[in-house]
Nanobody, 130 residues
Framework: QVQLVESGGGLVQPGGSLRLSCVPS????????IGWFRQAPGKEREGVSC????????HYAESVKGRFTISRDNAKNTVYLQMNSLKPEDTAVYYC???????????????????????WGQGTLVTVAS
């Protein structure tokens, strides 16, 4: 079965850091664009960041630019999202998704295509609170 598994979420104080991991099951990430998304209670899912499989180009939402870093380690078949200087408004369930067709930054900026992305994970909860 093809799926993605996120991990690394948890409770952190404002200003703290977390690193999320996205690991595939049943396939390798080599030829997939990878994106991180989040959905807060009562809000729509939004794109956080995405990374190209070939040239490593990245895109970040304005709300996380300078604080979050997306990276991929093809040897470990894992994509990471390093989150620093976390704020209460970063509280959400974070999802990763993989797709072979979409481009960067379209994958994580055009909300109408989110539902068409090939593979989604189940999400990991990030709570930023004191």
């Amino acid at each position: 079965q093809v799926q993605l598994v996120e991990s690394g979420g948890g409770l952190v104080q404002p200003g703290g850091s977390l690193r999320l991991s996205c690991v595939p099951s049943g396939f390798t990430l080599d030829y997939y664009q990878i994106g991180w998304f989040r959905q807060a209670p009562g809000k729509e899912r939004e794109g956080v960041s995405c990374i190209d499989h070939s040239d490593g180009s990245t895109h970040y939402a304005e709300s996380v630019k300078g604080r979050f870093t997306i990276s991929r380690d093809n040897a470990k078949n894992t994509v990471y999202l390093q989150m620093n200087s976390l704020k209460p408004e970063d509280t959400a369930v974070y999802y990763c998704a993989a797709d072979q067709i979409s481009t960067i930054p379209t994958m994580c900026t055009v909300t109408s295509i989110f539902r068409d992305l090939e593979v989604w994970g189940q999400g990991t909860l990030v709570t930023v609170a004191s």
